[in-house]
């Protein structure tokens, strides 16, 4: 099934940091949920080992993660797919960053398709839990920027 | 007509015998077989509605404690044949792992074979399988167009059927009748769903060259097919007939499960075990039934005489053949219905897609076949502004004018439409019912009465595997009983087959104890296996009745006979003066000169110098039963007698539907039934019952959804919807015996009874109910979500 993610988030740093921020594999992975490990593998390319559990519903992924278009520090393209116990998935966004008067907005979307056993008995909590899991990102993105900041020290 | 006093146990409510031990839980299922060193398989499957198979990696899984094999397309391929369609096509094997190509979402391309099922999921998860995603096609009416994606390329088309037959003078009737009428109809992939998925143990001993099989299983020549795909003679595939089916009505197929486990025991030394989880069972088992798009056209006249018919069904059948292809052969033998028209001309399509396989499903194909057929007749009665009950009346083929042969060629064996239809109204007037319809309508309701009247084809004897694929030229499909008495004077009967919840032994022991006028409880049935067996088909074509009925109905009239001559040598008279009664033989002129049961098994067993000359000592019969009327292959021009006997039913209903929620809701449901003589009233109350509840998930609930990009969305009960209490209403039904002059005791099958006509009549209910909307619905299950949008759209284009 196809999932539709589009939103906006507003960060209180200076556009630079939130875009080394993003660029970072040690900050992604303390950021991306349920992110086991996160391997290098040159040219913006990522192996990634999930390990996820949301309500009852909980298993291990394997993926890979792509940057690309990168138009520092103002926009970038990201590709993700995995797949795991639970099924499959992919998709892609952007990420537009915007300088504000006080830091920084970050104005996303994308699409992605799932298929296995979570498009079929998980269909109806999908859109829900996506937005749980890109919460749960920005959260842990946000407190990593703020130590990062110059300004919070 | 009643049967009482005709018959001594036959038609009598008796127990049902078999549900003392599945009433306090000690029926013998095949999760319950536990053999010694058993080891289990769990399932590696594809994402993708179709993908090749690029690489399968399975170190980390072989390297998991407690793994012992991980098999995979390829090697179960080089070492078995593939599976039996049926069909004449050679480029669209089936295997039970995916060579090279996966088909649908869910399709098994690696097995996982572990000490534990958990272990064995675990390390499934493990393999990791390299994919390309190829494009996939889901609708049938696009795969059928020659620009499609093909779902085997070698076959060169997505088609694996496309045969039109004519019956009778079809274009002059279309010319010379005043008025026609089109309609399309849709059935939705729907199943049985049995609690019980399909499991399968199988154990090789290499010391006998025995393959012991036990299994929930419900397929014809199934021990032939197993021996075929692993290549052994039948002789070494011992399938164990004693294993309990927790449900099947057609889906428990399970070949491809078994050729894997099997191939696995000969492979690992080991007994192997593969029991489905519901979402193995849901995606990748035999679960799906038909999913069938109907053009209908029909010619009549002013009175609604419909005197020719035009039916294309069009079968979306899923990546593979399964017996897919045949359900859409089945309703030839009842493709008119109850009514007389004259003149048919029926194209039958299948067609392969990226869904799941499909599977046999209750009727073989024929419910959604009477749903075309009777939503059309209630369109006719419509567009004339006849009332339904009379279009039918009038269309009827009538009592006397049986034995009545239809264009198709099958010739119904008996029949009373009319008079059912009569006690069903006698019961529940239908001008009462009318009013109330009016009234619920004048209080704001929608609410519309439902008819269905259907046939039940049943004796099963398979005709249309031949009138499909002419290579094909089985004219037998036979069961049979074995009766021994034993040294000490019990009796023990065999049956030869599996059974899923039928009451078989129930059928064999009263049949028995009518004919020899014993007490049926006194009558021991057991199941050998396979390599003990008699030649038997299966529980299929709502056929055991008439069958297995009549095979214990003949067998033990060879044992009557033999002990009736026994007993006449032993008194020294003539044969005629020996009479048989209640177990014993006596004189027709001296009747206190007689044998009793216990001189009779003496003389048999123990005293052979007073046995008639040449007779066998013992004794020991069977009976080995071709199916009535079977026997003759199709003609060139499609024409063929396919089932002996005919079953009827009359539904009448009425249905609400909330004005604002779209909610339907069964107010009354009447059902009139006719399948002849009933052997026993609650097997086949349970049985109308049962196809009733099935009816209505068909009909508004249970769907295997996919989405858009190939994926089932219906994995689990969550979302493949079954009418709960609250769904079924409360069922009268109203019984009615014509006898058919074909089988022993004058009975037709109820296998399917209810099921053949409960989708139609809700159909024509709902359909009722929308009419002061004018909107109406062909699209099965009529889904809640779509009739509340339907009726909210209609409303809002009535405002000025």
């Not at chain 1, 394997?62 to 639970?86: F, Y």
């Amino acid at each position: 099934m196809k999932l539709d993610i589009a939103g906006e988030e507003a960060f209180d740093v200076p556009i630079e940091t939130l875009w080394r921020a993003l660029n970072d594999p040690a900050v992604l992975k303390k950021c991306i949920p349920g992110c086991k490990d996160m391997i290098d593998e040159g040219g913006d390319r990522f192996k990634l080992l999930l390990n996820l559990k949301v309500t009852s519903v909980g298993g291990s992924f394997e993926g890979a993660i792509s940057l690309s278009d990168k138009m520092p520090p103002a926009q970038c393209k990201v590709a993700v797919s995995g797949e795991g116990t639970l099924g499959q998935g992919s998709g892609s966004a952007t990420f537009a960053l915007e300088p504000q008067a006080s830091g920084t907005l970050m104005r996303y979307s994308g699409e992605g398709e799932i298929g296995g056993l979570v498009a079929g008995v998980g269909q109806r909590i999908l859109k829900g839990v996506s937005k749980y899991l890109i919460g749960q990102f920005f959260t842990a993105l946000r407190r990593e920027v703020t130590a990062l900041s110059p300004a919070s020290t | 007509m009643s049967d009482a006093g005709r018959h001594r146990y036959v038609s009598t409510d008796r127990r049902v015998r078999e549900d003392r031990r599945f009433v306090v839980g000690k029926g013998n299922f095949v999760a319950d077989i536990d053999l010694p060193n058993t080891r289990h398989v769990a399932l590696v499957t594809c994402p993708y509605p179709a993908a090749a198979i690029k690489s399968i990696d399975k170190s980390t899984a072989m390297a998991m404690p407690g793994v012992h094999y991980v098999l995979d397309g390829a090697e179960l391929a080089e070492a078995t044949l593939p599976l039996m369609t049926g069909l004449d096509t050679p480029n669209v094997p089936r295997r039970p792992l995916a060579l090279d190509v996966a088909r649908y979402a869910g399709e098994w391309v690696a097995a996982v074979v572990a000490d534990t099922r958990a272990l064995a999921e675990d390390a499934a998860e493990k393999v990791r399988v390299t994919y390309e995603k190829l494009p996939f096609v889901l609708d049938a009416e696009q795969a059928a167009e020659k620009a499609s994606v093909l779902v085997h390329e070698a076959h060169g088309s997505n088609v694996l059927l496309d045969k039109t037959f004519v019956w009778g003078e079809v274009d002059k009737d279309f010319a010379d009748s005043p008025r026609h009428l089109a309609l399309r109809v849709k059935w939705g992939r729907s199943s049985t769903v049995p609690i019980e998925t399909f499991g399968v143990v199988a154990s090789w001993d290499p010391w006998r060259d025995i393959l012991d099989v036990w299994a929930s299983i419900q397929m014809p020549r199934y021990n032939d097919q197993i021996g075929i795909a692993l290549k052994l003679p039948v002789s070494s595939v011992r399938v164990h007939y004693d294993v309990d089916v927790g449900g099947s009505y057609g889906v428990k197929r399970g070949i491809k499960h078994t050729v894997l486990v099997s191939y696995l025991t000969r492979r690992l030394g080991f007994p192997v075990r593969l029991i489905e989880d519901r979402l193995e069972n849901m995606r990748g088992g035999d679960a799906h039934g038909p999913e069938r798009l109907f053009d209908v056209d029909v010619a009549f006249d002013d009175n609604g005489i419909i005197r020719s018919m035009k039916m294309r069904a069009l079968e979306n059948v899923g990546a593979y053949a399964g017996r897919s292809p045949f359900q859409l052969g089945k309703p030839v033998g009842a493709i008119v219905g109850p009514y007389k028209i004259k003149s048919v001309q029926y194209r039958a399509v299948a067609v392969l897609t990226n869904k799941t396989t499909q599977e046999a499903v209750r009727g073989f194909g024929q419910s959604p076949t009477n749903v075309a057929i009777e939503r059309t007749i209630d369109e006719v009665a419509n567009a004339l502004g006849l009332d339904p009950i009379e279009v039918r009346r009038r269309n009827m083929i009538r009592h006397e004018e049986f034995p009545y042969t239809i264009p198709s060629g099958t010739t119904y064996d008996s029949g009373d439409y009319h008079t059912v239809i009569d006690k069903v109204l006698a019961h529940t007037s239908y001008e009462d019912l009318k009013a109330e319809r009016d009234r619920l309508r004048g209080e704001g309701k929608l609410a519309g009465i439902g008819i269905a009247a259907a046939l039940e084809p049943s004796g099963g004897n398979a005709m249309f595997e031949a009138l499909i694929n002419p290579k094909i030229t089985t004219t037998t499909f036979m069961d049979s009983c074995r009766i021994a008495v034993d040294g000490m004077g019990s009796i023990t009967a065999t049956m030869h087959t599996t059974s899923s919840g039928q009451g078989h032994e129930t059928l064999v022991g009263t049949v028995i104890g009518e004919v020899l006028q014993l007490d049926p409880d006194l009558v021991r049935v057991t199941r050998p296996d396979s390599l003990n067996s008699l030649p038997s088909g299966s529980p299929v074509g709502s056929r055991m009745a008439i069958m297995l009925g009549g095979a214990a109905f003949h067998a033990a009239n060879k044992l009557k006979a033999k002990l009736t001559a026994i007993a006449a040598h032993d008194l020294g008279i003539a044969l005629e003066r020996a009479i048989y009664a209640n177990g014993e033989v006596y004189d027709r002129n001296a009747p206190q000169n007689k044998r009793s049961w216990a001189d009779l098994v003496q003389i048999a067993h123990r005293n052979y110098h007073r046995m008639p000359a040449d007779m066998e000592p013992g004794l020991a019969v069977s009976h080995v039963m071709q199916v009535p009327t079977g026997g003759k292959l199709p003609t060139a021009d499609g024409r063929v007698q396919m089932y002996p006997c005919t079953s009827f039913e009359f539904h009448l209903i009425l249905m609400t539907i909330d004005p604002d929620l779209g909610t339907p809701e069964i107010v009354k449901y009447r059902i009139g039934h006719d399948c002849g003589t009933v052997i026993n009233p609650k097997i086949v109350r349970g049985m109308t019952m049962g196809g009733i509840a099935h009816g209505i998930g068909a009909a508004l609930y249970e769907e295997f959804a996919y989405d858009g990009e190939g994926q089932l969305m219906a994995q689990s009960f969550m979302d493949y919807l079954l009418p709960s209490s609250h769904e079924v209403p409360a069922v009268e039904i109203i019984h009615h015996v014509t006898p058919s002059p074909n089988t022993v005791l004058g009975q037709k099958g109820s296998g399917e009874s209810g099921y053949l006509g409960a989708p139609a009549a809700i159909a024509n209910a709902i359909n009722d109910a929308l009419r002061p909307l004018k909107i109406s619905i062909n699209t099965l299950p009529i889904k809640l979500s779509v009739l509340g949008d339907m009726i909210a759209q209609a409303k809002e284009n009535k405002r000025p």
